[in-house]
């Protein structure tokens, strides 16, 4: 029996099928197979169905296994969270991308030492990409929530954060034309995400160079794999690419919109917080919810809290 599967049952009965899909991400029909395959593994029907259809109507033999599904799923998370807390002790951990922690992390941290609160050791855990034994390790996350996650995190809030195109002042300097159509673009050096083994994440940061916004005629001139390095190329003036629109906000140099009328898609980013955290480090995960939603609303962003989201 899939752990998964299992929580996502439980969030069915609590939720509702719908809601339940919406929450984690997933088509209705990926819902329907796993609801299917946690049947097929206790050998009776859970729901009520009909031609496919997964209505929200338990069976009296469904409900008997909620109870029991309960218990163990609480029982797993007990024992999986308590076995990793025994290797982070007096730490707090917290799982986010490099260019987030650099943005909005690492300020709330030298803000919390600033404000002398108190506070256990930290880590930051900066991958883009996340095995589950790194995922159980976090007592904090910053980045979008994927199924596994919503498991064993509470998400509080959600960050939107719109993307454009930017390069620097120097760059831009050196060229005898700014771009003012998409066009024009193709005479400028263009910078572009390399493969990544997350290929939503791959696409996402490719916008620029998609059919979706015309743009495909663009061949990038550099190409990096990671989301900093990015940022990082922009800055020395490598060339033109996407960057999220806070990237001016506390940083040493002032980069330059190009064409500001042209948007990519909205990023989102989950605040999450363990469903079970540790006595000796509870206050100092509130000190830092309180410190990072109120910083990524001084910076402007959209933010959906809990109460919004539901």
């Not at 109507?57 to 799923?73: M, P």
């Not at 490099?98 to 030492?113: I, M, N, R």
């Not at 190009?258 to 955290?277: A, E, H, Q, S, W």
Request: aromatic share 10%; hydrophobic share 40%.
């Amino acid at each position: 029996m899939d752990i998964q599967d299992l929580f996502f049952f439980i969030g069915v009965c609590d939720n509702g099928f719908e809601n339940t899909c919406k929450l984690y991400g997933i088509e209705f029909s990926e819902g329907i197979c796993i609801l299917s395959r946690l049947s097929h593994c206790v050998n009776f029907e859970i729901f009520k169905s009909r031609d496919g259809a997964v209505f929200d109507k338990i069976t009296e033999s469904g409900s008997i296994f909620l109870h029991t599904a309960r218990r163990i799923a609480d029982d797993i998370l007990c024992c999986t969270l308590h076995a990793h807390d025994i290797h982070n002790k007096d730490f707090v951990v917290i799982r986010v991308n490099a260019l987030d922690a650099k943005h909005f992390v690492l300020p709330c941290l030298a803000e919390l030492t600033s404000n002398k609160l108190p506070r256990e050791c930290l880590n930051l855990l900066t991958y883009d990409d996340y095995s589950e034994n790194m995922a159980l390790n976090s007592h904090v996350l910053f980045k979008p929530m994927n199924m596994f996650d919503k498991i064993f995190f509470e998400k509080r809030w959600t960050v939107f954060m719109s993307q454009g195109l930017y390069a620097s002042e120097e760059y831009m300097g050196s060229m005898y034309k700014l771009p003012t159509s998409t066009r024009e673009l193709s005479m400028h050096s263009i910078i572009g995400y390399g493969d990544s083994f997350n290929r939503d994440l791959h696409r996402l940061l490719n916008w620029h160079i998609s059919e979706r916004y015309g743009l495909s005629f663009l061949d990038p001139s550099v190409m990096v794999s990671s989301q900093s390095v990015l940022m990082n190329a922009v800055e020395f003036g490598l060339g033109i690419g996407p960057l999220r629109n806070y990237c001016n906000h506390g940083t040493c140099q002032e980069l330059v919109r190009v064409l500001p009328n042209l948007n990519g898609p909205v990023v989102t980013i989950d605040f999450g917080v363990r469903k079970m955290v540790p006595d000796d480090v509870k206050q100092l995960v509130v000190d830092i919810e309180d410190l990072m939603l109120d910083f990524v609303r001084r910076m402007g962003l959209k933010v959906m809290t809990a109460d919004t989201l539901s």
